[in-house]
């Protein structure tokens, strides 16, 4: 959710798994679906459908062609008690900290939380924001790397460093 994404076990397999070619897709529910294996909790169930759902309109579009881009994984987040009929959107991984996660330098140290801030209109689309009402999907790239430019600014930066 946010800026906590990166530790999420879920988010690295799906990227292990689209690093190495293999169509992934993270798939997060809130608390209220957990259940046995027999899928018995109704939101267990919805979840389920929905993400048949997801499938089925991914292979409608890809006809014959792969289900996803090279290089390209998928983090869909369900809203706490789903509905069947619960609305779709597009989102981003975006800056909103849900938890509003922050490093103590008191004692006990570590990460503390607090509530969180209001989202700003800049991050309506980031996925801690959207789904609180909607099932966002939201497109990963696989890999850590920043964009050209980020890159070409390090080179410059450093680059009496990294030419030693």
């Known amino acids: ?28 529910a809130g608390t209220d679906t957990v259940d046995n294996t027999g899928l018995a909790n109704p ?3 919805i979840v389920a459908q929905l993400s048949v759902k997801l499938l089925k309109a991914l292979q409608a579009k890809a006809g ?6 090279a290089g390209v994984a998928l983090n869909v987040n369900f809203p706490n008690a789903p509905t069947a009929n619960v609305g779709w959107a597009f989102s981003r991984h975006g800056s909103y900290d849900l938890y509003n996660l922050k ?9 503390g939380a607090g509530l969180p801030a209001t989202a700003s209109a800049e991050q309506s689309e980031d996925e801690a924001v959207v789904f609180k ?29 990294l030419n030693q």
């Open 1 to 28: 959710m946010g800026c906590v994404v990166v530790s999420s076990g879920t988010i690295g397999n799906a990227q292990f798994a689209a690093g190495r070619g293999v169509p992934a897709i993270a798939l997060s």
């Open 43 to 45: 939101n267990s169930a």
């Open 64 to 69: 014959s062609g792969a289900l996803l881009p």
């Open 103 to 111: 490093f103590k330098n008191t004692v006990p140290y570590g990460i």
């Open 133 to 161: 009402t909607k099932v966002a999907v939201t497109a990963m790239q696989v890999g850590f790397d920043h964009r050209p430019a980020g890159q070409q600014w390090l080179r410059l930066r450093l680059r009496d460093l």
